[in-house]
Antibody
């Protein structure tokens, strides 16, 4: 069974930093591209980042480019999101999502999702 | 930047009825469109990808159609577990970009 478990969400002040983690199980992690998608409270979905199999290809939404960094450790079956210069508008539930993978080295649809970890940016 | 507009915002129906949800793109997206279901307190679930292909384990009552700028998700006969929010999604790699629609809530009439 595919499982994605996020952690690391917390209350942080504006301008602060946070690192989110996602541990994967039930599939060969190194064979799948991964994404982070967030959802502000009561709002819709927003894709924020993608990473390729080996971590050498990354893409970001304009809203987070230059502030967030996606990375992975295939030996630990783990995906990460380093979040710097956090703003109030970054407050959201952050989902780790597996890329469907039918188009290698390209962003695809998300076929499995974790339950999310909540990030709150407030003073 | 392609924007997706979903309508209606809310659809009130009874179990057993047919639901038709719409997603309109600001420019043509070919057939690169997916639909997700999000039940309250749960993560999104992929239902349909590339306009009309059902994802693994998705019941046949869910179907997708369309092309270009106009797409629809149809639920042929609503089951109690189908009352949820549905999002459409577009993805492209030239340049890399992903957009979600604002969602349609299907609630019990």
């Amino acid at each position: 069974e595919v499982q994605l478990v996020e952690s690391g969400g917390d209350l942080v002040q504006p301008g602060g930093s946070l690192r989110l983690s996602c541990v994967a199980s039930g599939f060969k992690f190194s064979s799948y591209e991964m994404n982070w998608v967030r959802q502000a409270p009561g709002k819709g979905l927003e894709w924020i980042s993608y990473i390729g199999y080996a971590g050498d290809t990354t893409y970001y939404a304009d809203s987070v480019r230059g502030r967030f960094t996606i990375s992975r450790d295939n030996a630990k079956n783990s995906l990460y999101l380093q979040m710097n210069s956090l703003r109030a508008e970054d407050t959201a539930l952050y989902y780790c999502a597996r890329d469907q993978g039918s188009r290698p080295y390209e962003i695809d649809y998300c076929d499995y999702w974790g339950q999310g970890t909540l990030v709150t940016v407030s003073s | 930047e392609i924007m997706l507009t979903q309508s209606p915002a809310t659809l009130s129906l009874s179990p057993g009825e047919r639901a038709t949800l719409s997603c309109r793109a600001s420019q043509t997206v070919g057939r690169y469109l997916a639909w997700y279901q999000q039940r309250p307190g749960q993560a999104p679930r992929l239902l349909i990808y590339d306009t009309s292909f059902r994802a693994t384990g998705i019941p046949a009552r869910f179907s997708g159609s369309g092309s270009g700028t106009d797409f629809s998700l149809t639920i042929s006969s609503l089951e109690p577990e189908d009352f949820a929010v549905y999002y459409c999604q577009y993805r492209t790699n030239r340049p890399p970009f992903v957009s979600f629609g604002g969602g349609t809530k299907v609630d019990i009439k």
